[in-house]
């Protein structure tokens, strides 16, 4: 591939050119971040009790993550083809106007789960999730570049991984309430299993209304890239288009894991969970992410030295404390290992994203490979342990890929949306794969995807672009 120079100017009113950082913006923002990251999460709620209440195999389940991460592939193709065409949207309308957008048609997609659930139709509901995903779709593309950019490009990733901590603590507390509504407080004797989700998604499609009026109101500065370009400028960078593909493997990894976790802790070979109780550790498994991007962001950071290495140990001694208090003993004795572990891989990650993008997906690798070979406890926990280490995958392969490349960040951020697609494919590969060997077998796909995104940190963000800065 050839080298793509540094030529794109970035303009003199984005604050990553001028070294300041919109503390306050970010703050708003990181609500967001939250709560679609609380929203994506119920998913794995959805794939058990639509496979209960329908009657589905593993393949047909899957299609729950097929038609909500499709619709990311559909409406960031949509968002491509215009900008090519008439220039960035968002370079027009402003990131807020992009946010706004972006809620009102996730508010939409929930509110068809009612119907979907008063005629127990399964495509209706697949349809519903579609809907969500098109809105989400316009959030990831207007809010993961403008976190970027409130602020100096250096420290883009340790922002990123910041922002996406907060998406964690939605993925983190999502499945304890979802699993607590779905499969019990709405689950009404003698109705069908799909009918305990209306009260829920109804409630969403109230919250996403409430924040697009919230954001519409609110003042939030127009920083951007400075001009309206047509044509296909982003994909002119290699490294751009390579972070296309670890996107894509990485998110398809990390979904198919999320989602076939329940059902992976429910075989007798394994733990033999209950869904319910099976559902508490996909909370462990997103609180892992949780830890670890917060963790990222310290390392990823500008702070002193003395003070990473200070948050570096005081975040998962806190997170220990905590799952010690709520959980107990037997619990905290088998994770202490991984937060150990994860605290000793950011230290020979260097404060590189690149380097430790690279560390964190061999580790994944590692366990993935394990849980295929091995059974029981052992299997069990390096699933739900694969949270920690896969938390700074998406912030640190989505600032690497946007890094040098100007004007185009917004067009790149929507090949990069694009790319969640992965999270409609590799689940539905691994479904595929489980319905005709098991689900330990199914397992394959994640670990390949992984060691894609290990091959990005390694060398992948580099190609075609040594004239171009660098993110570590």
Not at 126 to 155: C, D, H, K, R, W
Not at 166 to 172: A, D, K, Q, R, W
Not at 341 to 362: D, E, H, P
Not at 377 to 396: D, E, H, K, N, Q
Request: hydrophobic letters at 55%; one cysteine or more.
């Amino acid at each position: 591939m050839a080298t793509i120079p540094s030529t794109a100017v970035v303009s003199p009113s984005s604050p990553s050119s001028n070294g300041q950082t919109y503390r306050g913006p970010f703050s708003i923002m990181t609500v967001l971040f939250f709560m679609w990251g609380f929203m994506t999460v119920f998913n794995d709620i959805l794939i058990p009790r639509f496979k209960e209440a329908f009657t589905l195999n593993y393949l047909e389940a899957m299609l729950v993550q097929f038609a909500f991460f499709g619709a990311y592939f559909i409406g960031a193709l949509i968002y491509f083809i215009i900008s090519v065409k008439a220039g960035d949207p968002i370079a027009r309308i402003g990131y807020k106007n992009g946010v706004v957008i972006g809620l009102l048609i996730s508010a939409s997609g929930s509110a068809l789960f009612w119907p979907a659930a008063n005629s127990v139709s399964y495509p209706l509901f697949l349809i519903a999730l579609f809907v969500v995903g098109l809105g989400f779709a316009m959030l990831q593309i207007a809010a993961n570049p403008y976190v970027t950019i409130l602020g100096p490009e250096s420290s883009a990733a340790g922002r990123l991984n910041l922002a996406q901590a907060f998406n964690s603590v939605g993925t983190t507390i999502g499945p304890l309430i979802g699993g607590y509504l779905i499969f019990q407080y709405f689950a009404k004797t003698g109705a069908h299993g799909a009918d305990s989700v209306k009260v829920p998604y109804l409630a969403f499609c109230i919250i996403f209304v409430i924040l697009a009026l919230v954001f519409f109101s609110i003042n939030l500065p127009h920083v951007g890239e400075g001009k309206v370009e047509r044509g296909i400028g982003a994909m002119r960078y290699p490294h751009v288009m390579l972070g296309v593909l670890a996107i894509f493997m990485y998110v398809g990894g990390e979904v198919a894991i999320g989602s076939s976790i329940i059902n992976f802790l429910g075989q007798p070979g394994v733990a033999g969970l209950s869904a319910l109780d099976a559902s508490k550790y996909v909370s462990l498994f997103w609180g892992g992410m949780l830890i670890g991007r917060f963790m990222g962001a310290v390392e990823l950071s500008e702070m002193k030295t003395i003070h990473k290495q200070l948050f570096l140990a005081g975040i998962p001694f806190a997170a220990f404390l905590i799952l010690w208090s709520l959980r107990g003993w037997d619990l905290v004795v088998n994770y202490l290992p991984l937060l150990a572990l994860c605290w000793l891989l950011f230290q020979f990650g260097k404060a590189l994203a690149n380097r430790t993008l690279m560390i964190f997906s061999l580790t994944i690798v590692i366990l993935l490979a394990i849980s295929i070979v091995a059974g029981g406890r052992l299997a069990m926990w390096c699933i739900v342990g694969i949270g920690l280490f896969t938390s700074i995958g998406f912030p640190s392969i989505f600032s690497l890929a946007l890094d040098g490349i100007g004007i185009y960040k917004s067009q790149a951020s929507s090949l990069l949306v694009m790319a969640i697609l992965g999270g409609a494919i590799l689940p539905a590969i691994l479904g595929r794969i489980a319905d005709v060997w098991s689900l330990q077998t199914s397992l394959i796909v994640p670990l390949i995807a992984y060691a894609y995104v290990a091959f990005y940190g390694w060398k992948g963000h580099r190609i075609g672009r040594q004239k171009t800065a660098t993110v570590g």
